[in-house]
T-cell receptor, first 111, second 114 residues
């Protein structure tokens, strides 16, 4: 049973445009959500997080939106840059140490 | 810079030959994790330590063991590697924050089993 779902295996976006990566979850006990970025042959790099008491968190070009009623979160990257090409993982936790991961979305930024 | 370090970055072993992967951290975090990641799948948690308390995931094979001699170091021992154990092994750390823990990952060790 996948508790965290990233339904788009890949996404292609023109450089300079907005990239929107989506994530859905089923467990209403999740209270902390994170986005990680992963380049090939490297470990995941923490990007941005959001607590369930908020609906938006912004850090530079990255913004995460949380819609608790829809159990949906999204990561917006604007403007998209070539270095943003990577696999993006959504993860969630329910006040414990275990992260539940989505399957990842491969973002390709086209020049 | 504070960081999570994994050595070696690439490890080749033979089928059935024990191998040890190492992780160290300068973040002084209480919690350390070992994950297995295959291809571009999501990382799979093997076990974690809260200080010296060891927590094994229910589906982690007995073939995988871990040691944490002190706060800074953690080791993953694979007693008899099989071909299916070829993967990227990731170490991560976090500090308890009332449920809002962010895990910080090392660069990973890619294990190849011949």
């Amino acid at each position: 049973d996948q508790q965290v779902k990233q339904n788009s295996p890949s996404l292609s976006v023109q450089e300079g445009r907005i990239s929107i990566l989506n994530c859905d979850y089923t467990n209403s006990m999740f209270d902390y959500f994170l986005w990680y970025k992963k380049y090939p042959a490297e470990g995941p790099t923490f990007l941005i997080s959001i607590s369930s008491i908020k609906d938006k968190n912004e850090d530079g070009r990255f913004t995460v939106f949380l819609n608790k009623s829809a159990k949906h979160l999204s990561l917006h990257i604007v403007p998209s840059q070539p270095g943003d090409s990577a696999v993006y993982f959504c993860a969630a936790s329910a006040s414990n140490y275990q992260l539940i991961w989505g399957a990842g979305t491969k973002l390709i930024i086209k020049p | 810079d504070a960081m999570v370090i994994q050595n070696p970055r690439y490890q080749v072993t033979q089928f059935g030959k024990p191998v040890t992967l190492s992780c160290s951290q300068t973040l002084n975090h209480n919690v350390m994790y070992w994950y297995q990641q295959k291809s571009s799948q999501a990382p799979k948690l093997l076990f974690h330590y809260y200080d010296k308390d060891f927590n094994n995931e229910a589906d982690t094979p007995d073939n995988f063991q871990s040691r944490r001699p002190n706060t800074s170091f953690c080791f993953l021992d694979i007693r008899s590697p099989g071909l299916g154990d070829a993967a990227m092994y990731l170490c991560a750390t976090s500090i308890p924050s009332g449920g809002a823990e962010t895990q910080y990952f090392g660069p990973g060790t890619r294990l190849l089993v011949l």
